[in-house]
């Protein structure tokens, strides 16, 4: 059973810089495309970024290009979010996803695994 966990999430004012991160005991996580989506209040999920199984390839929504960067440490099983500049439209609950095996700029494939959120709540 894959098990992925968030964390990182908080309270912070706009403009400020939050780290979210998500682990997995899974052996192998490292071979996989790691995704990160969002839900706002009375919203659909939505994709933000995705970094593929190497780390080179990375993937972001355009409203976060610029302030938001994926990453991860293989040899840690994590997937670090790093949010700068945050805005209060950025409010969500963020979930990592693992997705498939093969990474393609620009398709978003998610996968079946999901961690259980966590909270960001960014303040005006």
């Known amino acids: 059973q894959v098990q992925l966990v968030e964390s990182g999430g908080g309270l912070v004012q706009a403009g400020g810089s939050l780290r979210l991160s998500c682990t997995t005991s899974?052996?192998?996580?490292?071979?996989?495309?790691v995704n990160w989506f969002r839900q706002a209040p009375g919203k659909d999920r939505e994709f933000v970024a995705a970094?593929?199984?190497?780390?080179?390839?990375?993937y972001y929504i355009d409203s976060v290009k610029g302030r938001f960067t994926v990453s991860r440490d293989s040899a840690e099983n994590t997937v670090y979010l790093e949010m700068k500049s945050l805005k209060p439209e950025d409010t969500a609950v963020y979930y990592c996803n693992r997705g498939s095996t093969t990474y393609t700029s620009g398709f978003i494939d998610p996968g079946d695994y999901w961690g259980q959120g966590t909270q960001v709540t960014v303040s005006s």
């Open positions: 970094i593929s199984p190497t780390g080179l390839g990375t």
């Open positions: 899974g052996r192998t996580f490292r071979s996989y495309v």
